[in-house]
C-alpha cells in the first residue's frame, strides 16, 4: 500500500512551549514527508509496495537499508504525531496501564526514570520505546529508524530523539525535551488503545 502523509491531528501550535511550530513545521512537513516519498519509491523498487507497512517495516529489516529506514521511519511517525497531545503527559494513566507499569516495570516514577534514560542514552539518532512483548510492558532503544516490531514486540509508545524532534526547542539538551515530553505531552489515552490491542 502506498505510503501517505497523514495530518497532524493538532493545530502547529498546539504543542507550544514544549514542542514548537517550526520544529512541528520541520518535522512533519519536511522529515516525515521524505521518508514517505523515498519510501514509496524504494519499496515500488523492491517489489514490496502491495504489502502492509508492518510487513514492509519486517521484510526488508536486515535486507534492505534505506527500504528499512524509511519505512520504518514513516511506520514510527504515524504513531509518533498521535503519542503527542496539548496537555498531556504526567502520573494519570488510564487503569489498566497504570497497573501494567506497576507490575511489569516498578511503577511510574521508576518507568519515567528509565524511559528518559533509554532515551538519553541512545547515541546518535533513534528512538526511546515502550512495548509489549510476551505480555509484558518492557523499555528498550533502537538506532535510525528501527523499532521493536522487529525484535518481537509492538511499541505502544515511542519517542524520537533525532536531533530535528528537539534542536530547535532544546538545542544540545536531549535530557530536558524528554523530560517535557513525558512530564506534559504524552497522550495516554492512545497508548492504552495500542497496549490494548497488543496484548
Not at 509484558?136 to 536531533?163: C, F, Q, R
Not at 528537539?166 to 544540545?172: A, L, T, V
Not at 517535557?180 to 495500542?194: C, G, H, T
Request: proline share 4%; no cysteine; glycine share 10%.
Amino acid at each position: 500500500m502506498a505510503f501517505e502523509l497523514p495530518a497532524l491531528p493538532y493545530d502547529y501550535d498546539a504543542l507550544a512551549p514544549f514542542m514548537s511550530r517550526e520544529t512541528l513545521e520541520y518535522h512533519h512537513d519536511k522529515h516525515h514527508k521524505a521518508y514517505v516519498d523515498n519510501g514509496n519509491k524504494l519499496a515500488a523498487e523492491a517489489g514490496l509496495e502491495n504489502l502492509s507497512l508492518e510487513e514492509i517495516v519486517k521484510q526488508s529489516y536486515g535486507k534492505n537499508a534505506g527500504l528499512f529506514n524509511n519505512a520504518g521511519q514513516h511506520y514510527n511517525h504515524l504513531h509518533f504525531w498521535h503519542w503527542l497531545k496539548k496537555g498531556g503527559g504526567g502520573k494519570k494513566l488510564p487503569g489498566a496501564l497504570e497497573k501494567a507499569v506497576e507490575s511489569d516495570l516498578g511503577g511510574y516514577d521508576k518507568f519515567r526514570t528509565d524511559f528518559i534514560a533509554a532515551g538519553t542514552t541512545q547515541f546518535g539518532s533513534g528512538w526511546a520505546w515502550l512495548s509489549v512483548k510476551d505480555g509484558k510492558l518492557e523499555i528498550s532503544k533502537t538506532p535510525n529508524g528501527e523499532n521493536p516490531l522487529v525484535h518481537g514486540a509492538t511499541p505502544i509508545l515511542g519517542v524520537d530523539v533525532w536531533e530535528h524532534s528537539y534542536y530547535i526547542d532544546y538545542r544540545n539538551a536531549r535530557p530536558k525535551y524528554l523530560e517535557a515530553f513525558v512530564d506534559n505531552l504524552i497522550n495516554w489515552d492512545y497508548v492504552l488503545e495500542l497496549y490494548e490491542k497488543a496484548k
